[in-house]
């Protein structure tokens, strides 16, 4: 299966700042995708990153909250901006393919204080 | 609209017990069904998904459209078992999102 490297691994931002989480798969990839895990509760999808066009968003999460880059089929970053203390989650990438199904990243821990 | 429903926050059992996790879904289409595993201080990994029937780590699962479950299963549960547990549905009809459970904590107790 795919390999995904995803970072940082965890850390504590300022309220009003943003974070990049960075998210670099070992192959090319079609599908990615980025999720959030809120303390206690499910993996929740964010949106989906497409190479070569705009991150497909769920009900819930815009563009200017969570802006994702995907600049090809191996990498894509996640911003998280103008945090608040409700965007302490952690945050996981994933890739999709046909044969291993989905393959999660080990997750960004983000606290804003 | 998918959903996954896992009723159980937490199930304890005894090793050597068997274990029962329940699953049910909703979904217009076909599903696709996965259970994924999360060991302490690990990532979440793929455990098993209903289309290769496999049985990975004694666990099996079986998919009953009538019932809409997708019940994972060990006859002996083991100390190595205790775990989150998630139940995920993939849609079908494209953009294959996956929709998580709310998950359940195993505990195997000694």
């Known amino acids: 299966s795919a390999v995904i490297s995803q970072k940082p691994s965890r850390d504590i931002c300022q309220r009003g700042t943003s974070l990049t989480i960075q998210c670099q798969v070992d192959s090319q990839v079609t599908m990615m995708f980025w999720y959030r895990q809120q303390p206690g509760q499910s993996l929740t999808l964010i949106a989906t990153a497409n190479q070569g066009s705009e991150a497909t968003y769920e009900s819930g999460f815009v563009i200017d909250k969570f802006p994702i880059s995907r600049p090809n089929l191996t990498f894509s970053t996640l911003t998280v901006s103008n945090m608040s203390p409700e965007d302490s989650s952690i945050y996981l990438c994933s890739v999709f393919t046909p044969n291993y199904g989905y393959t999660f990243g080990s997750g960004t821990r983000l606290t804003v204080v | 609209a998918q959903r996954v429903t896992q009723p159980e926050k937490l199930l304890s059992v005894f090793k050597g017990a068997p274990v029962e996790l329940k699953c049910n879904y909703s979904y217009s289409g076909s599903p696709e069904l996965f259970w994924y595993v999360q060991y302490s201080r690990q990532r979440l990994q793929l455990l098993l998904r209903?289309?290769s029937r496999e049985s990975i780590k004694g666990f099996t699962a079986d998919l009953n459209k009538g019932e809409t479950s997708f019940h994972l299963k060990k006859p002996f549960a083991q100390e190595e078992d205790s775990a989150m547990y998630y139940c995920?549905?993939?849609?079908?009809?494209?953009?294959?999102?996956?929709?998580f459970g709310t998950g359940t904590q195993l505990k195997v107790e000694l």
């Open positions: 209903h289309i």
């Open positions: 995920a549905l993939m849609s079908t009809g494209g953009g294959n999102k996956l929709t």
